[in-house]
Nanobody, 123 residues
Framework: QVQLVESGGGLVQAGDSLRLSCVASGLSFSDYNMGWFRQVPGKDREFVAAIDWSGYNSYSEASVTGRFFVSRDNAKNMVYLQMNSLKPEDTAVYYC????????????????WGQGTRVSVSS
């Protein structure tokens, strides 16, 4: 079965950086577009960033553009989210997602999700 496992979350101060990682198994990784989403308690899960199967095309949500960067290593079945200049409002549980359909991934309607990793940013 498909498994996505995130790691790299933690407690940091505003202005710090973190790199989240997600390792995928049970799927042909290079055929899948990969995304990162985040969720704060009491709110809907929101899109953060995504990268296509080739790694050549990516897209990020406006509030993180220029601070967060998504990348992937198809040889290692890994996708990363480099988060720089973190702000308290970035505090959330971050989820990795996979879908062969770019539109479904961007809409967050994919079937494949990780369990999440928590990021807390103090002011």
């Amino acid at each position: 079965q498909v498994q996505l496992v995130e790691s790299g979350g933690g407690l940091v101060q505003a202005g710090d950086s973190l790199r989240l990682s997600c390792v995928a198994s049970g799927l042909s990784f290079s055929d899948y577009n990969m995304g990162w989403f985040r969720q704060v308690p009491g709110k809907d899960r929101e899109f953060v960033a995504a990268i296509d199967w080739s790694g050549y095309n990516s897209y990020s949500e406006a509030s993180v553009t220029g601070r967060f960067f998504v990348s992937r290593d198809n040889a290692k079945n890994m996708v990363y989210l480099q988060m720089n200049s973190l702000k308290p409002e970035d505090t959330a549980v971050y989820y990795c997602a996979a879908d062969s359909n770019w539109g479904q991934l961007m809409a967050g309607v994919t079937d494949y999700w990780g369990q999440g990793t928590r990021v807390s940013v103090s002011s």
